[in-house]
């Protein structure tokens, strides 16, 4: 405890580069990062076990405190995270000092991009550190390990993905199981690695063969009637119509090994003939199943992921059903379509067509009229922003007294310190919560500041002409591809609301770039949305 006093802290800025930090007072504001694997069973390391050990070692830290947290449930081998971007975000508004992660791999498994995201966080004038390595970009000694440890753990996940390659390629050569989930109906035997039969689900399996190939009942129904039945998967999961199509694809119960370039014929007993696997695959070929084969691609849907289910909340697929003269297409909610009848979600499907051509017509008319209509939305949306302005700027107000009194109570220890009237024990823990209300404080007030600066503001009237014409020439000559794709770049969602569907558009900007009226894919644009409605679309099945 330092014995001359400390001027107040001011509100931190952003600071130019790492190398150059400004000076400021009170504690270290750390932002701690955490992230587990999508593969579960292969990550030792939970959220919450990162989460605690995190705030372990900066309970530790005298001076430092926790003023965010984000985290991810995804892969590291991209950068391509909801949490990691929300970090940058954070870390250029100079919302923290120290980037904290449990382990270098959590953050991100790829030098090159381990680099490129610590270069993001200098810039920024943010410090990179790990719980359980010696990293800390804040010294040269850090960013030297952080940069050797990098590159030896990319080394070493490329030396056990090819061991454990070659190791299951191995083991398939000899007509073992090579490893994975085992199939429906076998069981893999210690010490062998061979595949045996399972007593309790060999009968079922024979059956789903049977249902199709001489039924000749859907892999969707023979989901139905196996879910009626009461009989569960593997994972005591309802039965879905592509996990029947994946038992049916598997050359695996003809008593054979297939693994990448390696068959190996007969290298188990067999659940079912070769006779009956060959019918499968013709009646799967000429079928072209429509749960896993669509008689069109995704880019015939204009409205893929915007739609999402009202009742459970995942997003509406495109799906076909062939009628006698004609392909009927539909939106149906992903539920539905994976456990069929069995599914919870009862939400029915949209006719496609309909729909398509009705948010599409909708974003015409709209940009037909956008000068009057987009001049009433942001009026209206200013009124709402300058309706909660006043709460804002009371909040800022009391937040900024709250700081010039945490302020005061700081210096007031810090007086009473040195005139003797307080000893260190005393005084050192009542300033260091109060140096983390006020970094909180400080954080909590640039937050404030940004959303009051986030002032609606109308599109140039050249930009609204450009808009309008290019939706002319889309609707005049545009291609199907072309269509969907002023979709993407204009609507920011569709929502199904008892009215109808209520398409809520983006409002673009003089950079905004439209896709050509013939363009060979999508784009990605971004906007505030505004929404309007458009007349309710008949969601009742147009089966023959």
Request: proline share 8%; glycine share 6%.
């Given at each position: 405890m330092t014995g001359h006093p400390t001027s107040p802290p001011k509100r931190r800025g952003?600071?130019?580069?790492?190398?150059?930090?400004?000076?400021?007072?009170?504690?270290?504001?750390?932002?701690?990062?955490?992230?587990?694997?999508?593969?579960?069973?292969?990550?030792?390391?939970?959220?919450?076990?990162?989460?605690?050990?995190?705030e372990k070692y900066v309970g530790a830290k005298d001076d430092w405190i926790i003023v965010a947290e984000y985290e991810d449930d995804a892969s590291g081998a991209t950068t391509e995270r909801p949490g990691l971007q929300k970090v940058l975000q954070a870390a250029k508004a100079g919302l923290f000092d120290v980037l904290l992660v449990y382990r270098l791999d959590r953050f991100s498994r790829s030098v090159a991009n381990l680099l490129d995201l610590i270069n993001q966080l200098e810039q920024s004038g943010?410090?990179?550190?790990?719980?359980?390595?010696?990293?800390?970009?804040?010294?040269?000694?850090?960013?030297?390990?952080?940069?050797?440890?990098?590159?030896?753990?990319?080394?070493?996940?490329?030396?056990?993905?090819?061991?454990?390659?070659?190791?299951?390629?191995?083991?398939?050569?000899k007509g073992k199981w090579a490893g994975g989930t085992r199939p429906y109906g076998y069981l893999v035997q210690p010490g062998t690695h061979k595949l045996v039969l399972n007593p309790d689900e060999a009968p079922t399996l024979r059956e789903i063969f049977r249902l199709y190939t001489e039924t000749r009942l859907g892999t969707r129904a023979i989901a139905d009637v196996l879910n009626s039945r009461g009989i569960r998967s593997r994972t005591g999961s309802p039965w879905a119509g592509y996990t029947i199509n994946r038992i049916l694809d598997n050359p695996a119960y003809t008593g054979d090994i297939a693994y990448g370039d390696v068959?190996?014929?007969?290298?188990?007993?067999?659940?079912?003939?070769r006779t009956a696997y060959a019918i499968a695959q013709q009646i799967a070929a000429a079928r072209g199943d429509s749960q896993t084969q669509r008689a069109m691609s995704d880019s015939d849907y204009y409205l893929t992921g915007l739609l999402t289910c009202p009742q459970c909340g995942h997003r509406y697929?495109?799906?076909?059903?062939?009628?006698?003269?004609?392909?009927?297409?539909?939106?149906?909610?992903?539920?539905?379509?994976?456990?069929?009848?069995?599914?919870?979600?009862?939400?029915?499907?949209?006719?496609?067509?309909?729909?398509?051509?009705?948010?599409?017509?909708?974003?015409?008319?709209?940009?037909?009229?956008?000068?009057?209509?987009?001049?009433?939305?942001?009026?209206?949306?200013?009124?709402?922003?300058?309706?909660?302005?006043?709460?804002?700027?009371?909040?800022?107000?009391?937040?900024d007294a709250h700081i010039t009194a945490t302020e005061t109570a700081i210096n007031r220890y810090h007086a009473a310190f040195e005139a003797g009237t307080m000893d260190d024990t005393t005084a050192g823990p009542r300033i260091r919560n109060l140096r983390d209300q006020l970094a909180q404080q400080q954080v909590r007030r640039s937050a404030l500041e940004a959303e009051l600066a986030a002032q609606p503001a109308a599109p140039e009237p050249d930009t609204i002409a450009r808009v309008r014409i290019y939706l002319q020439q889309v609707m005049a000559t545009g291609t199907t591809a072309a269509r969907k794709a002023a979709i993407e770049a204009l609507i920011a969602e569709v929502q199904l609301t008892d009215q109808g569907a209520v398409p809520v558009f983006k409002?673009?900007?003089?950079?905004?770039?439209?896709?050509?009226?013939?363009?060979?894919?999508?784009?990605?644009?971004?906007?505030?949305?505004?929404?309007?409605?458009?007349?309710?679309v008949g969601r009742q099945g147009l089966e023959p």
């Open positions: 952003r600071r130019a580069t790492a190398s150059t930090p400004p000076e400021r007072t009170g504690p270290c504001r750390v932002c701690v990062y955490i992230r587990r694997s999508t593969d579960d069973e292969h990550q030792p390391f939970s959220l919450d076990a990162q989460r605690a050990a995190l943010v410090r990179f550190s790990s719980a359980t390595e010696p990293v800390d970009t804040g010294g040269p000694f850090g960013r030297m390990m952080l940069q050797l440890l990098a590159v030896f753990a990319e080394f070493e996940r490329n030396i056990i993905i090819d061991r454990v390659k070659s190791g299951m390629t191995a083991k398939a050569n068959y190996v014929p007969d290298a188990h007993e067999p659940l079912i003939d697929i495109g799906t076909s059903a062939n009628g006698r003269t004609r392909r009927y297409r539909y939106y149906t909610c992903y539920t539905r379509t994976r456990y069929g009848k069995a599914a919870t979600c009862t939400a029915p499907r949209i006719p496609a067509d309909d729909i398509d051509q009705l948010v599409l017509q909708a974003l015409h008319d709209f940009y037909t009229n956008a000068d009057t209509v987009l001049i009433a939305m942001i009026e209206n949306a200013q009124a709402q922003h300058e309706d909660t302005a006043d709460d804002r700027q009371a909040e800022l107000a009391a937040l409002i673009p900007t003089q950079d905004t770039p439209m896709p050509p009226p013939d363009p060979d894919g999508g784009t990605n644009e971004d906007g505030s949305p505004v929404r309007t409605m458009v007349r309710s």
